[in-house]
């Protein structure tokens, strides 16, 4: 499976900001799908993950309330909606599939079986 995300761009402190992922092969509809980010000098950490029917999602503390994950399975997308953006939003964000047939979601990048290129968010204050 491929996944190629795209709509990083610069914006300022509060805008909003969509960012898709596009997966190729059917693994993606049965997949939990995830959002992380790594910005420079840190480690890669969990942003948000939706399961493979969309009827759970589960949210870092530090997004809860701000971003929205979603996915159009008819699409082969995933996508992360953000909002009230901060300067500590600023890192490359990737996507990210779950193969294992677990049933929960788990923010541990290892439990993860691929990943995109990620791209690249920066939030100016």
């Known amino acids: 499976v491929q996944l190629v995300e795209s709509g990083g761009r610069l914006v300022e402190a509060g805008d909003s900001l969509r960012l898709s992922c596009v997966a190729s092969?059917?693994?993606?509809?049965?997949?939990?799908m995830g959002w992380f980010r790594q910005a420079p000098g840190k480690e890669r950490e969990f942003v948000a993950a939706v399961n493979a029917n969309s009827d759970n999602t589960y949210y870092a503390d530090s997004v809860k309330g701000r971003f929205t994950i979603s996915r159009d399975n008819a699409k082969n997308s995933v996508y992360l909606q953000m909002g009230s953006l901060k300067p500590e939003d600023t890192a490359v964000y990737y996507c990210?599939?779950?193969?294992?047939?677990?049933?929960?979601?788990?923010?541990?990048?290892?439990?993860?079986?691929?990943w995109g290129q990620g791209t690249q968010v920066t939030v100016s204050s």
């Open positions: 990210a599939g779950d193969i294992s047939p677990r049933g929960v979601i788990v923010v541990s990048a290892e439990a993860y079986d691929y």
């Open positions: 092969g059917r693994t993606f509809l049965s997949s939990t």
